[in-house]
């Protein structure tokens, strides 16, 4: 019997926390004598603290010294951190845990795959930490989404071929590492940012096992 996984995404997938990185970056801009749009906020979601605060940057035409970036990096996580801290359960985003529990119920593996340096905290937060089989995040990963080295790492420790994997992601990036990966990949939110995913759902309550691309009658381990 061969082995299939499902890899989640965390912020925007399975938490609602995608709103605050906006907030804290933009919280940032404004501090710098600049702003950003919604729409502008896309291409950072996914994309790890380090690399974001540059493409932000660029945007307000800000040059900042190593030091004078590495203070912000702290400040903009702290900010963050401010609105994390008022997190629990709640924050979970609809049919998240509950997808989770029927996927592991199914008999396949799942694996967290996220750029985040604060996804074990996070999960904890929202009482998750205990359900992924793998957790691959920020503090594991050398290269940023879309790079596809998140999911293959999660892969690789789950023992599962790339091919048998399904990724989760809100973000474009995220999409595109899990295609170069060989993954299937399925997308949370909007379906035209999204389209390079199998499909996209608006969260994963309107997630089923049938609707997995690896699903058949052999596929389920009973
Ligand atoms: C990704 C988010 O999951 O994690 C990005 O989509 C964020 O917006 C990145 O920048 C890094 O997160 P953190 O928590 O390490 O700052
Ligand atoms: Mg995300």
């Given at each position: 019997m061969?082995?299939?996984?499902?890899?989640?995404?965390?912020?925007g997938?399975?938490?609602?926390t995608a709103?605050?990185h906006?907030l804290?970056?933009?919280?940032?801009a404004n501090?710098?004598g600049?702003d950003?749009?919604?729409?502008?906020?896309e291409?950072?979601?996914g994309?790890?603290?380090?690399?974001?605060?540059?493409?932000?940057?660029?945007?307000g035409?800000v040059?900042?010294?190593?030091a004078e970036k590495?203070e912000?990096l702290?400040?903009?996580?702290?900010?963050?951190l401010?609105?994390?801290?008022?997190m629990?359960?709640e924050?979970?985003?609809?049919?998240?845990?509950e997808?989770?529990?029927?996927?592991?119920n199914?008999?396949?593996?799942i694996?967290?795959?996220?750029?985040?340096?604060?996804?074990?905290?996070i999960?904890?937060?929202?009482?998750?930490?205990?359900?992924?089989d793998?957790?691959?995040?920020?503090?594991k990963?050398?290269k940023?989404k879309?790079d596809?080295?998140?999911?293959?790492?999660c892969?690789?420790?789950?023992g599962?071929?790339?091919?048998?994997c399904v990724?989760?992601?809100?973000?474009?990036?995220g999409i595109?590492?899990?295609?170069?990966?060989?993954m299937a990949?399925i997308?949370?939110?909007?379906k035209?940012?999204l389209n390079?995913?199998l499909f996209?759902?608006?969260d994963?309550?309107?997630m089923?096992?049938?609707?997995?691309?690896?699903?058949n009658?052999?596929t389920?381990p009973?």
């Open positions: 061969e082995g299939y996984a499902c890899i989640f995404d965390l912020d997938v399975i938490v609602d709103k605050y906006f804290a970056w933009r919280k940032l501090a710098l600049f950003f749009t919604e729409n502008q906020n291409s950072l979601k994309i790890s603290r380090a690399e974001s605060l540059d493409i932000i940057l660029a945007w035409n040059e900042l010294t190593h590495d912000w702290k400040t903009k996580n702290n900010w963050y401010e609105h994390v801290l008022t629990n359960e924050a979970i985003l609809p049919g998240a845990k997808f989770i529990t029927i996927v592991k199914a008999g396949f593996k694996a967290l795959g996220s750029a985040s340096k604060n996804a074990v905290s999960l904890e937060k929202v009482g998750l930490l205990n359900q992924f793998a957790i691959i995040d920020g503090t990963t050398t940023s879309p596809p080295q998140v999911f293959t790492m892969a690789d420790e789950l599962i071929a790339y091919k048998n990724v989760f992601e809100d973000a474009e990036a595109e590492a899990a295609l170069s990966a060989g990949a997308g949370i939110g909007n035209t940012i390079r995913a996209a759902v608006n994963l309550s309107e089923t096992l049938e609707k997995l691309p690896f699903i009658s052999n389920i009973h």
